[in-house]
Nanobody, 122 residues
Framework: VQLQASGGGLVQAGGSVGVSCVTS????????VGWFRRSPGKEREFVAT????????FYSDSVKGRFTISRDNAENTAYLQMNNLKPEDTAVYYC????????????????WGQGTLVTVSS
């Protein structure tokens, strides 16, 4: 499975931006999706996850209420809408998928995209 993340860019604090993750080479509807991020000088951290049908989502406390994860299985695409952005949200955002796991443990996701940069200016 190949994943291609896109979107992001430079946004002011308080603003919004969305990133997407297009997949190919597999049956997207069979995979749970996770979004992770790596900020400068920090470890990669969990952001959000969504189950295969989209019926269950889970967020890290740091983004809950501001970010929304979604998916369109017909388009083989997952999304992360980010609102009320803060400078500390500045990071490279990665999408990942797993056939067997849904949750916050990045080690358990089998396939990863290359990441897309979101920069939030204060």
């Amino acid at each position: 499975v190949q994943l291609q993340a896109s979107g992001g860019g430079l946004v002011q604090a308080g603003g919004s931006v969305g990133v997407s993750c297009v997949t190919s080479g597999g049956t997207f509807s069979r995979y749970s999706v996770g979004w992770f991020r790596r900020s400068p000088g920090k470890e990669r951290e969990f952001v959000a996850t969504i189950t295969t049908s989209g019926g269950f989502t889970f967020y890290s406390d740091s983004v809950k209420g501001r970010f929304t994860i979604s998916r369109d299985n017909a388009e083989n695409t997952a999304y992360l809408q980010m609102n009320n952005l803060k400078p500390e949200d500045t990071a490279v955002y990665y999408c990942a998928v797993s056939l067997y796991y849904r949750g916050s443990d990045s080690q358990k996701y089998e396939h990863w995209g290359q990441g897309t940069l979101v920069t939030v200016s204060s």
